[in-house]
């Protein structure tokens, strides 16, 4: 099977942060600003993270895989582990 191709136009749209999240700029910003509130021009000037809904449809756009957290252990492990930590200190 071929490599998947990076879609260009989404690769330019869109950065990558460290932490795996999508980062997008805002759209509306290059003309007609006049009409615009200062609220609405400050809050364009920035980067804005992409929400979690969109970023597994963008990440197969860009080749970035979107892995779901990894799960965390539940109380009863959490118990379990410590208990056998404490009768591995008395064994000593």
């Given at each position: ?7 260009k ?39 804005t ?38 009768k ?5």
């Open positions: 099977m071929p490599k998947m191709k990076t879609h136009g989404a690769a330019k749209r869109f950065k990558v942060t460290k932490k795996g999240k999508i980062k997008h700029y805002n759209a509306g910003h290059s003309h007609l600003m006049s009409t615009k509130s200062a609220k609405r021009k400050r809050k364009k000037r920035h980067a993270v992409l929400s979690s809904s969109m970023s597994g449809n963008i990440g197969l756009l860009i080749g970035v895989r979107t892995k779901p957290p990894a799960p965390t252990p539940s109380q009863a492990q959490i118990r379990a582990a410590e208990e056998a930590a404490k591995a200190e008395q064994g000593k």
